[in-house]
């Protein structure tokens, strides 16, 4: 259009067609229709509206933007394509835009339209770099095209060589507002209008790449979770049928099996928390294993399991008597234990009624002492345990603490641990199925420490009265009352185990058996259980009081009474193969003729049964004494003898791998028998001129303590002096530099050693007299015990007369 020309107004709200565009518009709206029917009126050889589809004569329109009401001041002229109905039924006309127009002065026209002079708007002239941008907003378009698929708008667009109308194709783009399409229509200049449209495309199209990429990541994430959602599905399906058959189909529905147990409200929340956490968790995750171990090791714990005590001290006495021979003193102070259980818990009933929490609180936190049952291998430490639960009527349940060095295996491990578990004091309870058992600490003794933590620094809490009702295992990390568990622990040394953790403890000593207590335990308790071991019916094989009192002092010879057991069970094995052999016929009754025979010859001969020239003390400077070992009482000799000083020195040579404790004693008794020697009337110059040497066997055993001392001194005595220690004396004792003999420990051990020895006499240092009385009285009737105060009394009461001396020399 070169000039002004007469058009009708197509108004158009709140949108812009611009030249190029191709826009069907619905006739129903009385403005289009004037505007279209005015148009077909000034066209000359165009029919009438009704019934025309197309006409070889075009009308134009100007099709003007109009903004809140008002018309624009630039619009677009269109020519009208076809008339014709759309798919809905009504009437509409398909308009193509052509080129811009200013809209003009007012005019009048055929019809109802409104006409106006439509101006011609010309464009500037476009250079190189119109064409460079046209080519590059031209391959935006296409681009855009090709993601939305519109193929035969495409084909159109690779057509295009006009930068003028490639810029128009932004008109277009449905990411375009109103008034960005208005100022494209506006704008004269064809290179601002295709910078402008190329900004807005590229921004676009980056969108569009984002978007894209969302799309795709949410679309492959929603069919990930679909195929999961699916599968977990299918599984259950899978696991309900399964269960119907085996029963465990709720096995795996946590939640419900939280919610019904029951639990501490504490536990409940950290259990709800977890299987919140294992449903948000996926079934491939190595975490949903753990979730689930951890639920099952809190839902087996038997937080509200607790057993009924049972507050009968006298039957407590008889479970106790009745699985136990002798140990009256360690009986005593578990009656004693029990009973003011029995009584504190009823103090809380009393005290608690009222308010209806004894149920709750009976029996928690008032257990008292921990009691530390401490005595020789073989004395039935861990089968009192086992009495003490059965007198309470609790379970029983045995830890093995014995080697191990690792702290975890009390607390427990740390779930980020692959494999961990809860401690052993979390899993004993679990084993129990109850709260308040009776927990067993075997051989605490023997508890190591390295690297990986002190295990005997973690049982501090666990056997703390004021700490334990809070225990907190590392694995579980929630809260365990151990204040109703009742602990025992045993040991066989007491040094070894940590001062602080003793201090814990409430020591009780099992020193070890009697003779005549060997016998009845060997004939009521060993001997049934194994003749059924053996296979022998009761009253197959007896065994004579004598025939036992022989074993237990020339076979085994021990504190307790495990080699015992294993005799009895060796005679009965062989007994079974006579048997078998037809060498033999049942019943048969094993007496000491008998026993050398299946035994052979004792292996433990008494040192005062062999004849006065065999015997250890009947060479000068042998003396006996007593010892406490991890096996309980025994008897060691000392040896010494005397150097030339031309030959072996003058100095002190001590052999038997003796300890710091026990040369320091060697060196005590050297010096005060040569300060105090002539007052004892011994020849001390001897031990001035000539080298000494002292020695105790076994060398290869070691050896250490402070009660060798009077043993030391009475052996260099016997030695200078030429007295023989009398063979059926035994002496324990510290002695001091003054010639003062000084109290030791372990006396009841070492009294018992010297009767299963076959002493006569024991020599103990007078302040260790108070200690008789734990002693039995059977021991102490076949003992001749002489508390003394100074050597000079050990000398008199363990060395022989000067004339029995003069007579063995002869």
Same mark, same amino acid.
């Given at each position: ?72 001041? &630039? ?72 993601? /939305? ?212 609180? !009976? ?54 641990? &692959? ?137 085994? /010879? ?133 080298? !000494? ?81 734990? &002693? ?35």
């Amino acid at each position: 259009m070169t000039q002004t020309q007469l058009l009708p107004v197509l108004p158009l709200d709140d949108d812009v067609v611009l030249p190029g565009m191709v826009v069907p518009f619905d006739l129903a709206e009385q403005d289009t229709r004037d505007a279209v029917e005015s148009a077909q009126a000034k066209a000359p050889g165009v029919a009438s509206l009704p019934g025309i589809r197309s006409a070889a004569g075009k009308a134009e329109v100007l099709i003007v933007p109009r903004i809140d009401g008002e018309l624009a001041e &630039v619009g677009t002229v269109a020519t009208v394509e076809r008339i014709g109905r759309i798919p809905g039924g009504s009437s509409a006309a398909l308009v193509r835009g052509t080129r811009r127009a200013l809209v003009g002065s007012p005019a009048d026209g055929p019809g109802d339209a409104r006409w106006v002079h439509a101006e011609p708007a010309v464009e500037l002239p476009v250079g190189e770099r119109t064409r460079e941008l046209a080519a590059e907003f031209k391959s935006v378009v296409i681009s855009l095209l090709q993601q /939305r698929g519109v193929w035969q708008m495409l084909d159109a667009v690779q057509q295009l060589d006009d930068p003028s109308a490639i810029a128009d194709l932004a008109g277009n783009a449905p990411y375009l507002t109103t008034e960005q399409k208005l100022e494209l229509l506006r704008t004269l200049d064809v290179t601002a209008r295709l910078e402008t449209a190329l900004e807005t495309g590229r921004a676009y199209l980056a969108e569009l790449k984002v978007n894209d990429t969302i799309r795709k990541d949410v679309e492959q994430d929603m069919e990930k979770q679909q195929k999961e959602f699916l599968l977990r599905r299918q599984l259950e399906a899978i696991r309900k049928e399964l269960g119907e058959l085996d029963g465990s189909a709720d096995q795996d529905n946590y939640r419900a099996r939280v919610e019904s147990a029951d639990l501490p409200e504490h536990v409940r929340k950290a259990a709800l928390a977890e299987v919140d956490k294992l449903e948000r968790t996926s079934e491939q995750s190595p975490e949903a294993g753990w979730i689930r171990t951890w639920l099952d090791t809190v839902l087996d714990i038997p937080w509200q399991v607790r057993t009924t005590d049972v507050h009968d001290i006298a039957g407590a006495r008889e479970v106790l008597d009745a699985d136990h021979a002798g140990l009256d003193d360690v009986k005593e102070r578990i009656i004693e234990y029990l009973a003011v259980r029995q009584r504190r818990a009823e103090a809380l009933l009393t005290a608690e009624a009222p308010s209806g929490t004894a149920e709750s609180t !009976v029996g928690g936190r008032h257990g008292g002492a921990v009691l530390a049952l401490a005595g020789p291998p073989g004395v039935g430490k861990t089968s009192l345990g086992e009495s003490i639960a059965k007198a309470m009527g609790r379970k029983f349940v045995r830890v093995a603490l014995g080697g191990i060095r690792d702290e975890a295996e009390i607390r427990g491990h740390r779930r980020t641990y &692959v494999g961990a578990l809860p401690g052993r004091i979390v899993r004993a309870i679990k084993e129990a199925g109850s709260m308040n058992p009776v927990v067993l600490l075997d051989e605490v003794d023997k508890v190591g420490a390295d690297y990986r933590g002190d295990p005997t620094a973690a049982l501090l809490e666990v056997l703390d009265p004021e700490q334990n009702h809070t225990f907190r295992d590392h694995y579980l990390e929630v809260e365990l009352d151990l204040s109703d568990v009742v602990f025992l622990a045993t040991a066989n040394a007491l040094e070894t185990i940590p001062g602080p953790l003793l201090d814990r403890m409430e020591l009780v000593t099992l020193d070890g058996y009697t003779e005549h207590e060997k016998v009845t335990i060997g004939r009521d308790h060993l001997l049934p259980r194994e003749l059924e071991r053996a296979g022998l019916a009761e009253g197959d094989v007896t065994f004579t009081d004598a025939a036992l009192s022989r074993i237990a002092a020339e076979y085994t /010879r021990e504190a307790g009474v495990r080699n015992l057991n294993r005799t009895i069970a060796k005679v009965l094995r062989k007994v079974a193969t006579r048997v078998a052999l037809n060498e033999a016929t049942l019943p048969l009754t094993v007496g000491v003729p008998e026993l050398e025979g299946y035994l052979g010859r004792p292996r433990h001969v008494p040192e005062s049964s062999l004849p006065a020239g065999e015997q250890r003390t009947a060479t000068p400077g042998v003396a006996t004494g007593l010892a406490v070992t991890g096996a309980g009482g025994d008897v060691l000799y000392v040896e010494a003898s005397l150097a030339d000083a031309e030959t072996g020195g003058t100095g002190l040579t001590l052999t038997g791998q003796l300890g710091d404790v026990m040369k320091e004693s060697a060196q005590i008794a050297l010096s005060y028998l040569r300060s105090r020697g002539a007052e004892l009337e011994l020849p001390v110059g001897d031990l001035k001129e000539r080298g !000494v040497h002292v020695h105790v066997p076994a060398g290869a055993v070691p050896k250490d303590g402070p009660s060798a001392g009077v043993t030391m001194t009475t052996a260099l005595a016997s030695l200078l002096s030429g007295r023989l220690v009398r063979a059926d004396v035994a002496m324990t004792g510290e002695v001091s530099l003054t010639g003062r003999v000084l109290p030791i420990g372990g006396v009841k051990q070492k009294l018992l050693a010297a009767h299963r020895a076959g002493m006569r006499t024991v020599i103990i240092p007078q302040r260790n007299e108070p200690d008789l009385d734990d &002693v039995p009285g059977e021991i102490l009737a076949e003992l001749d015990v002489h508390p003394v105060s100074s050597v000079r009394e050990v000398l008199d009461l363990a060395l022989e007369p000067a004339s029995t001396r003069l007579a063995h020399a002869a």
